[in-house]
């Protein structure tokens, strides 16, 4: 059984049902996968409302109980994030053919897939615009700005980001960010607050 330690999942099926893919493929991607259930509830929900869309899914999580400083107000600590709950996460989605779990902190993956992500299938594509991003990893304010920094001009125009546990980092200065980007506020709740892209940038 795959099993979360969030909440407000309701949320996040809103979000996609209120979005509209306008493109020729469909990319959401998580930070911070830990067991799996957001990653499944994105990659369900999509899969169930655009069956015939070319949808692919990204899964960012280090596990191998690294050492690192969570939130702001506490020092650095290991959490339970094992290598063994990574095995766990693979067996569990290997009927999910369109996803991607990476073994790999945020960071690693923004300096990595800076220019997109490639997909193989046929072609090459080179996933380069998010449709989804749910921003649910380390939570300190610096780590949450570097990731909007990074996400909120690749994602596509009317795209949604994701903030899991908003009120424990300063949002006000990721606020900032994403009105610099044309984000909009859609829905919010105690843990969650969902953002939508209002305009087009640049091949967006």
């Known amino acids: 059984m795959i099993r979360g330690d969030s909440k407000e999942y309701d949320l996040i099926e809103k979000a996609i049902q209120h979005y509209s893919p306008s493109s020729d493929y469909i990319l959401s991607l998580e930070i911070g ?8 509830i994105i990659m369900d929900t999509f899969n169930k409302i655009h069956p015939n869309k070319q949808y692919y899914h990204i899964g960012i999580d280090p ?3 690294l050492k690192y400083k969570h939130y702001d107000n ?10 063994d709950m990574y095995e766990t996460a693979k067996k569990d989605f290997v009927n999910y053919r369109n996803f991607f779990l990476l073994k790999m902190t945020d960071k690693d993956y923004m300096e990595k897939f ?10 090459r594509l080179l996933c380069d ?3 989804f991003v749910h921003l649910d990893g380390p939570h300190t304010t610096l780590d949450v700005v570097n990731e909007t920094i990074f996400f909120a001009p690749r ?3 009317k795209g949604i980001i994701v903030y899991d546990d908003y009120k ?8 900032m960010t994403l009105k610099a980007h044309s984000f909009k506020e859609i829905l919010v709740g105690r843990n969650k607050i969902i953002y939508e892209k209002q305009k087009k940038e640049d091949n967006n």
């Open 74 to 83: 506490t020092e650095a600590y290991t959490a339970d994030y094992t290598n």
């Open 129 to 131: 615009k998010y449709d």
């Open 33 to 40: 996968v830990r067991e799996g259930l957001s990653s499944k």
């Open 168 to 175: 424990t980092f300063d949002f006000s200065l990721i606020e």
């Open 155 to 157: 994602i596509k125009h």
């Open 63 to 65: 596990y191998g109980n």
């Open 114 to 123: 800076y220019n997109g992500y490639p997909v193989y299938e046929q072609d």
